[in-house]
């Protein structure tokens, strides 16, 4: 065995204890720098190397390599050791208590009734259905006559009306929209399919369960063939859509002066599933619009010909809707606009 | 209309339960509910005073011996009526009186009372149903009853009853008659009619009738000599109250009676008091009803008249003039077929609605309109004891024609929605009492006249499908051509505004339209001419609203005053304007008012307070969500009532004024009880006239800007808008963005002025951009603000 070669080791076994010994990386790298640099010990040793014999040399080059680097590696591990720990000692200096409250972000609640009526129109938008909104004050001529009501019918006592002078009120339904849409539309083009949501108003105090402004959204079909069973399944899906799948809904004989026949519609209580309880009135039905075959004198009135053309309207009440559907028990909650009402409706309807 | 099943017995029988009647009369044609006036009644029993004492203890009651049936009992009663040999309704020892009050046997006053001698509304008859003779006192029977039996039967109380909801359309079910046909079309049972039976000879009398009125349609009477005015008998008098009509005397009694059966209102008048009838439309005079009140007539009422006297307005109620009394001794009846809409204002004009003029105004069976007379005789040779009954005095005959309609099997089906056979269609039309001529595919159906309410095929089409059984169809959806479904641009363009100013964290509100005049006239900055209801109801709701704001302040103030501060609301609704023509302006607008903070003080959080500039950036970001195509502008203003002369600013596109943002005028949040508010409002129809702004992309840039800040000296009242409008002018074309970084007034600077910092990025798209070029244009920029502010620049 040379000088060289157990200088070499001893050389190793040094550098390697003192890397072991180093606490920080820019320590580290002195040491790295001093043990590998070419100033450095090793370089120093392997020039003695000349002074070696032709066949130690390879042995000493190889056992310096060898060396070189495993003290490269002691350095890596250690770098990595210091490293690692310097990331935990940062990780335990940031950690926090996840369960404080956040900052608060906050994106605005819709309306309940603007969420219960674009959820409808969206459903029948799937369907064909135009969405036109019509006038607030509309004509005496629109909102009555032209749906069959003339000025001594009875049904006008059922309605008591805001008016504005003889001939302007303020509209008492959104079928006043019934007239307008029949008139506008191009038969040639194809059937009508119109809905029309919007505020009505009537002579009613404001109570509980009446306001004198309320939401109602009404619906027109009118092509060749248009049927009380085509009422019946549009109506059906609509309450499925809004109530929920497994709803049925029955129709029942009304009276309204534009349709004829006039039916309630009640779906099945989609709080009990028509068993009975509190929310049907122990019926299992819950009355939810009302609907029809449209009244022929009101499509001859915008000149349609009722022997080739048929059609159903309906009209619904958001608020009863929304009023079912969450349980609400005042009308007025809807228009005092108390924030706490209001919000907790965030993402109602998807 | 309450449908007794007792009576309804008298035409057909049917086994189903009253619930079932009234389950599958909803559903085939009328909402009905079932009722039970006497449920729950048990042990009462008729009881006959043998014997009565004064009660030694007490001024007023008495200690009455009463034979129950198989036994005798005591019982003390204050009534002011009981009397020795009554016959009374005993509630027993253990009886159950409505709503579940029993009747136990005690002591009153020291003397042992075994049960309760009772009145009709003890035993849920309404008060205003009973008899006026016993108003204050025990019920008494007017003839010997079987003591001990029950009284439930005999005073109408066992009988059940499918009470009608009926629709305006539906006046013929408001006879009992009329509803016997409804009910049995459903159960496909005839009705069984027995039509009134007259002894002896009608006596020829003279009577005038004189027609004037074209609202009169028809018009008969008789006269009935010699009656004795006294009390129907009881089970006419249970029918009526169970009908919620209050027994009086006999001749009232039968008139009413006979209307509830036949559907046809009868008025009763002192014949005495009259010589000639005229019907004709009314003076302008007051006069007595025989109810008591008061009555202005106007000339559109049409009264019948007896020489200068009106007896009664036509179809409504009878005047005090020739109202019949106890002491009547002749009696005419009328039987007339008055115009439905000329009652029903009559009844309306007066507040007089009642069971005439409800029937009338629905329409009546004219058919029935001579029987009813034949009806009334014969019920009162049984009861008031004519000697004489007169012929049908006929004032004007009323004409009446047969309605037919005329429907195809194809055509019925078809509107269904099903596929019945004739046979079917004709079966149904039968069970309704319908008759039919089939003429191959064409129908000829002819209607009775109780239902007025069929005139078209439509008309026949329901029929078919309600007693067919609606819940027998299945639905389809229509199945015509194609169609492509939609909101409308402008609704696409508010729905855009909604969103964004819900993702901007503002709770959506909805208002009402009619408003007070204070809160139109709060913020009308159009000064626009009002418009108003013609009969408001409240002073709160009179005026149609010009601006949303208003409402949006009062519900910040609701919040506020419940301890909810941060308040950020929008109303997306219409306002009022008059232009010119009558009907006003309806214009959508987008409001909101933010009130509190928008940072709450939290364990790691300071409080920020809501300031102009917040709400002006969510109105900023809310056009630039729109993508208008339009150059949008904020400025000054202090021309706005209500709002703060120097936090406000008006909002233009292209130079108009589509709306505005501002904080609320001191003076004004005390008033309304808000504490610092701010508000904004936009014109949406004119915001979406605008058009959308078409997107040319560009590709992000490839060369590096260059940026440079410029300091500012200038006098405190120079606005930051005209400064950097300013610098965009002189910048150049490479001039790419102007930000400010900076607003400071106080230490080191000099007073009346403000020292203010601004960011300026420049930007070559297509190549490198040189300092030279920058240096340029920052010195063109630096020399216009020296020149046109009188800047100093730092």
Redesign the interface.
């Given at each position: 065995m040379t000088t060289l070669e157990e200088r070499l080791k001893m050389l190793r076994d040094e550098g390697i204890k003192s890397i072991r010994e180093q606490n920080h990386s820019k320590d580290l790298n002195e040491v790295r720098v001093n043990l590998l640099g070419k100033k450095g010990p090793i370089t120093e040793a392997l020039r003695g190397m000349k002074d070696l014999s032709a066949e130690e040399r390879p042995k000493i080059g190889t056992l310096a390599n060898a060396v070189r680097d495993e003290i490269q590696s002691a350095i890596e591990l250690r770098s990595k050791e210091l490293n690692d720990a310097l990331i935990k000692q940062k990780l335990e200096k940031e950690t926090i208590d996840v369960t404080l409250p956040s900052q608060p972000q906050k994106v605005g609640t819709e309306h309940i009734l603007t969420q219960t009526i674009s959820d409808i129109e969206e459903f029948f938008i799937s369907l064909g259905y135009k969405v036109d909104s019509g006038f607030e004050v509309e004509e005496d001529y629109y909102n009555f006559e032209r749906l069959n009501i003339p000025q001594d019918h009875p049904a006008r006592d059922m309605q008591d009306t805001f008016y504005l002078s003889d001939k302007l009120l303020m509209r008492t339904q959104t079928s006043a929209q019934e007239g307008r849409d029949l008139e506008n539309h191009d038969f040639s083009k194809g059937p009508l399919k119109v809905i029309s949501p919007g505020v009505v108003y009537r002579r009613d105090d404001d109570d509980a369960t009446h306001s004198h402004q309320f939401h109602q959204l009404e619906g027109l079909v009118v092509d060749k063939n248009i049927s009380m069973a085509d009422l019946k399944g549009t109506l059906e899906a609509l309450c499925q859509h809004v109530f929920g799948k497994e709803r049925e809904i029955r129709f029942r004989p009304s009276y309204f002066p534009f349709t004829e026949p006039s039916v309630e519609v009640d779906v099945s209580c989609f709080n009990c599933g028509g068993e009975g309880c509190r929310i049907c009135k122990y019926t299992g039905w819950i009355e939810v619009l009302g609907a029809g075959l449209s009244h022929p004198k009101v499509l001859e009135m915008s000149g349609i010909d009722t022997n080739i053309y048929s059609g159903f309207a309906f009209g619904l009440g958001p608020e009863r809707f929304a009023m079912l559907k969450y349980g609400i028990t005042d009308i007025r909650d809807f228009y005092t606009n108390d924030v706490r009402f209001l919000e907790q409706f965030k993402g109602a309807i998807r | 209309m309450k449908i007794s099943r007792n009576w309804l017995n008298e035409y057909i029988q049917l086994n189903q339960s009253t619930a079932d009647i009234a389950n599958k009369i909803?559903?085939?044609?009328?909402?009905s509910m079932p009722v039970y006036i006497g449920k729950d009644l048990s042990n009462l029993v008729v009881g006959h005073i043998t014997k009565i004492e004064d009660h030694p203890d007490s001024d007023h009651m008495h200690i009455c011996q009463v034979d129950v049936g198989e036994k005798e009992i005591q019982i003390v009663c204050g009534a002011p009526n009981v009397a020795l040999d009554q016959y009374v309704i005993v509630a027993l020892d253990g009886a159950t009186l409505p709503d579940g009050v029993k009747i136990k046997k005690g002591k009153l006053r020291g003397e042992e009372s075994n049960g309760m001698i009772c009145g009709l509304d003890e035993l849920g008859v309404k008060v205003k149903n009973v008899p006026e003779e016993f108003h204050n006192g025990i019920y008494v029977f007017d003839e010997a009853q079987k003591p001990g039996e029950s009284v439930l039967d005999l005073l109408g109380l066992s009988d059940e009853m499918v009470d009608l909801d009926i629709?305006?359309?539906?006046g013929d079910t408001l006879g009992m008659r009329g509803a016997a046909w409804e009910i049995g079309a459903t159960y496909d049972e005839k009705p069984n009619f027995v039509d009134p039976k007259l002894s002896g000879s009608p006596k020829n009398i003279d009577l005038d009738i004189d027609v004037q009125s074209d609202k009169v349609n028809g018009y008969q009477a008789v006269v009935l000599e010699d009656v004795k005015v006294g009390k129907s008998p009881l089970w006419m008098q249970r029918r009526l109250w169970n009908q919620d009509i209050q027994p009086t005397n006999a001749v009232l009694d039968i008139a009413n009676y006979v209307m509830i059966e036949y559907g046809q209102p009868i008025q009763a008048y002192d014949y005495d008091k009259i010589a000639g009838l005229k019907l004709q439309n009314a003076e302008t005079q007051e006069v007595i009803m025989s109810d008591g009140t008061e009555v202005k007539l106007s000339s559109e009422d049409i009264v019948v008249m007896s020489g200068e006297d009106v007896l009664s307005i036509a179809g409504v109620l009878d005047t005090d003039f020739a109202k019949v009394t106890e002491d009547t001794k002749n009696v005419l009846f009328e039987s007339a077929v008055f115009d439905g809409?000329t009652v029903?204002?009559e009844a309306?004009r007066h507040d007089l609605r009642n069971n005439s003029s409800n029937r009338f105004?629905?329409g009546i069976d004219t058919s029935l309109n001579g029987l009813a007379l034949d009806r009334i005789v014969e019920l009162s040779e049984d009861i008031l004891n004519p000697s004489d009954y007169s012929q049908h005095i006929v004032g004007k005959e009323y004409n009446y024609s047969p309605t037919t309609i005329s429907a195809t099997v194809t055509r019925i089906n078809?509107?269904?929605?099903?596929e019945l056979t004739t046979d079917e269609i004709i079966n149904i039309f039968d069970r309704l009492g319908f008759a039919t001529i089939v003429d191959g595919e064409n129908l000829k159906v002819t209607v009775p006249a109780r239902r007025n309410d069929m005139s078209?095929?439509?008309?026949l089409?329901?029929e078919v499908?309600?007693i067919y059984g609606?819940?027998n169809?299945?639905?389809?959806?229509?199945?015509?051509?194609?169609?492509?479904?939609?909101?409308?641009d402008k609704?696409e363009f508010s729905n855009r505004l909604?969103y964004s100013?819900?993702?901007?964290?503002?709770?959506?509100?909805?208002?009402?339209?009619?408003l007070s005049k204070k809160e139109v006239e709060d913020f009308n900055v159009n000064e626009t001419k009002l418009?108003?209801?013609?009969?408001?109801?409240t002073e709160d709701?009179e005026y149609?609203r010009t601006s949303l704001i208003p409402s949006l302040v009062k519900?910040v103030a609701?919040?506020q005053a419940?301890k909810?501060f941060n308040?950020?609301?929008?109303d997306q609704?219409?306002i009022?304007e008059k232009g010119h023509s009558?009907?006003?302006n309806?214009i959508e607008y987008i409001s909101g008012a933010i009130s509190g903070n928008i940072?709450?003080k939290?364990?790691?959080?300071k409080e920020q307070k809501v300031d102009f500039y917040y709400v002006k950036g969510i109105v900023e970001e809310m056009i630039s969500y729109a993508n208008l195509d339009a150059n949008i502008e904020f400025e000054a203003t202090s021309d706005i009532e209500n709002l703060h002369p120097g936090q406000t600013a008006k909002i233009t596109a292209n130079g108009k004024m589509i709306g505005f943002v501002g904080k609320l005028h001191p003076q004004y949040q005390d008033e309304m009880n808000v504490n610092d508010t701010y508000v904004f409002e936009l014109n949406v129809d004119q915001l979406f006239a605008f058009g959308s702004k078409v997107i040319q992309s560009q590709p992000a840039p490839k060369y590096p800007s260059i940026s440079r800040d410029l300091a500012l000296l200038v006098k405190k009242d120079i606005l930051s808008g005209d400064i950097i409008k300013d610098i965009f002018n002189n910048g150049g074309k490479y001039l790419e963005d102007v930000e400010i970084f900076d607003v400071y007034q106080g230490d080191n600077i000099e007073r009346g002025y403000k020292s203010l910092g601004y960011h300026l990025v420049f930007l070559n798209r297509s190549d490198t951009l040189t300092d030279e070029e920058v240096e340029q244009s920052f010195d063109q920029i630096k020399d216009s603000l020296v020149t046109k502010f009188a800047v100093e620049i730092r």
């Amino acid at each position: 065995m040379t000088t060289l070669e157990e200088r070499l080791k001893m050389l190793r076994d040094e550098g390697i204890k003192s890397i072991r010994e180093q606490n920080h990386s820019k320590d580290l790298n002195e040491v790295r720098v001093n043990l590998l640099g070419k100033k450095g010990p090793i370089t120093e040793a392997l020039r003695g190397m000349k002074d070696l014999s032709a066949e130690e040399r390879p042995k000493i080059g190889t056992l310096a390599n060898a060396v070189r680097d495993e003290i490269q590696s002691a350095i890596e591990l250690r770098s990595k050791e210091l490293n690692d720990a310097l990331i935990k000692q940062k990780l335990e200096k940031e950690t926090i208590d996840v369960t404080l409250p956040s900052q608060p972000q906050k994106v605005g609640t819709e309306h309940i009734l603007t969420q219960t009526i674009s959820d409808i129109e969206e459903f029948f938008i799937s369907l064909g259905y135009k969405v036109d909104s019509g006038f607030e004050v509309e004509e005496d001529y629109y909102n009555f006559e032209r749906l069959n009501i003339p000025q001594d019918h009875p049904a006008r006592d059922m309605q008591d009306t805001f008016y504005l002078s003889d001939k302007l009120l303020m509209r008492t339904q959104t079928s006043a929209q019934e007239g307008r849409d029949l008139e506008n539309h191009d038969f040639s083009k194809g059937p009508l399919k119109v809905i029309s949501p919007g505020v009505v108003y009537r002579r009613d105090d404001d109570d509980a369960t009446h306001s004198h402004q309320f939401h109602q959204l009404e619906g027109l079909v009118v092509d060749k063939n248009i049927s009380m069973a085509d009422l019946k399944g549009t109506l059906e899906a609509l309450c499925q859509h809004v109530f929920g799948k497994e709803r049925e809904i029955r129709f029942r004989p009304s009276y309204f002066p534009f349709t004829e026949p006039s039916v309630e519609v009640d779906v099945s209580c989609f709080n009990c599933g028509g068993e009975g309880c509190r929310i049907c009135k122990y019926t299992g039905w819950i009355e939810v619009l009302g609907a029809g075959l449209s009244h022929p004198k009101v499509l001859e009135m915008s000149g349609i010909d009722t022997n080739i053309y048929s059609g159903f309207a309906f009209g619904l009440g958001p608020e009863r809707f929304a009023m079912l559907k969450y349980g609400i028990t005042d009308i007025r909650d809807f228009y005092t606009n108390d924030v706490r009402f209001l919000e907790q409706f965030k993402g109602a309807i998807r | 209309m309450k449908i007794s099943r007792n009576w309804l017995n008298e035409y057909i029988q049917l086994n189903q339960s009253t619930a079932d009647i009234a389950n599958k009369i909803s559903l085939t044609g009328i909402e009905s509910m079932p009722v039970y006036i006497g449920k729950d009644l048990s042990n009462l029993v008729v009881g006959h005073i043998t014997k009565i004492e004064d009660h030694p203890d007490s001024d007023h009651m008495h200690i009455c011996q009463v034979d129950v049936g198989e036994k005798e009992i005591q019982i003390v009663c204050g009534a002011p009526n009981v009397a020795l040999d009554q016959y009374v309704i005993v509630a027993l020892d253990g009886a159950t009186l409505p709503d579940g009050v029993k009747i136990k046997k005690g002591k009153l006053r020291g003397e042992e009372s075994n049960g309760m001698i009772c009145g009709l509304d003890e035993l849920g008859v309404k008060v205003k149903n009973v008899p006026e003779e016993f108003h204050n006192g025990i019920y008494v029977f007017d003839e010997a009853q079987k003591p001990g039996e029950s009284v439930l039967d005999l005073l109408g109380l066992s009988d059940e009853m499918v009470d009608l909801d009926i629709t305006p359309n539906r006046g013929d079910t408001l006879g009992m008659r009329g509803a016997a046909w409804e009910i049995g079309a459903t159960y496909d049972e005839k009705p069984n009619f027995v039509d009134p039976k007259l002894s002896g000879s009608p006596k020829n009398i003279d009577l005038d009738i004189d027609v004037q009125s074209d609202k009169v349609n028809g018009y008969q009477a008789v006269v009935l000599e010699d009656v004795k005015v006294g009390k129907s008998p009881l089970w006419m008098q249970r029918r009526l109250w169970n009908q919620d009509i209050q027994p009086t005397n006999a001749v009232l009694d039968i008139a009413n009676y006979v209307m509830i059966e036949y559907g046809q209102p009868i008025q009763a008048y002192d014949y005495d008091k009259i010589a000639g009838l005229k019907l004709q439309n009314a003076e302008t005079q007051e006069v007595i009803m025989s109810d008591g009140t008061e009555v202005k007539l106007s000339s559109e009422d049409i009264v019948v008249m007896s020489g200068e006297d009106v007896l009664s307005i036509a179809g409504v109620l009878d005047t005090d003039f020739a109202k019949v009394t106890e002491d009547t001794k002749n009696v005419l009846f009328e039987s007339a077929v008055f115009d439905g809409a000329t009652v029903r204002k009559e009844a309306q004009r007066h507040d007089l609605r009642n069971n005439s003029s409800n029937r009338f105004e629905k329409g009546i069976d004219t058919s029935l309109n001579g029987l009813a007379l034949d009806r009334i005789v014969e019920l009162s040779e049984d009861i008031l004891n004519p000697s004489d009954y007169s012929q049908h005095i006929v004032g004007k005959e009323y004409n009446y024609s047969p309605t037919t309609i005329s429907a195809t099997v194809t055509r019925i089906n078809s509107l269904i929605g099903i596929e019945l056979t004739t046979d079917e269609i004709i079966n149904i039309f039968d069970r309704l009492g319908f008759a039919t001529i089939v003429d191959g595919e064409n129908l000829k159906v002819t209607v009775p006249a109780r239902r007025n309410d069929m005139s078209i095929e439509a008309d026949l089409v329901e029929e078919v499908i309600r007693i067919y059984g609606y819940e027998n169809l299945v639905g389809t959806l229509p199945t015509g051509k194609q169609t492509k479904g939609g909101y409308t641009d402008k609704r696409e363009f508010s729905n855009r505004l909604r969103y964004s100013l819900l993702s901007q964290g503002m709770d959506e509100a909805v208002n009402f339209s009619l408003l007070s005049k204070k809160e139109v006239e709060d913020f009308n900055v159009n000064e626009t001419k009002l418009v108003h209801l013609l009969h408001p109801m409240t002073e709160d709701h009179e005026y149609l609203r010009t601006s949303l704001i208003p409402s949006l302040v009062k519900n910040v103030a609701y919040n506020q005053a419940r301890k909810e501060f941060n308040v950020r609301l929008f109303d997306q609704e219409r306002i009022f304007e008059k232009g010119h023509s009558d009907r006003p302006n309806e214009i959508e607008y987008i409001s909101g008012a933010i009130s509190g903070n928008i940072v709450d003080k939290s364990w790691n959080q300071k409080e920020q307070k809501v300031d102009f500039y917040y709400v002006k950036g969510i109105v900023e970001e809310m056009i630039s969500y729109a993508n208008l195509d339009a150059n949008i502008e904020f400025e000054a203003t202090s021309d706005i009532e209500n709002l703060h002369p120097g936090q406000t600013a008006k909002i233009t596109a292209n130079g108009k004024m589509i709306g505005f943002v501002g904080k609320l005028h001191p003076q004004y949040q005390d008033e309304m009880n808000v504490n610092d508010t701010y508000v904004f409002e936009l014109n949406v129809d004119q915001l979406f006239a605008f058009g959308s702004k078409v997107i040319q992309s560009q590709p992000a840039p490839k060369y590096p800007s260059i940026s440079r800040d410029l300091a500012l000296l200038v006098k405190k009242d120079i606005l930051s808008g005209d400064i950097i409008k300013d610098i965009f002018n002189n910048g150049g074309k490479y001039l790419e963005d102007v930000e400010i970084f900076d607003v400071y007034q106080g230490d080191n600077i000099e007073r009346g002025y403000k020292s203010l910092g601004y960011h300026l990025v420049f930007l070559n798209r297509s190549d490198t951009l040189t300092d030279e070029e920058v240096e340029q244009s920052f010195d063109q920029i630096k020399d216009s603000l020296v020149t046109k502010f009188a800047v100093e620049i730092r």
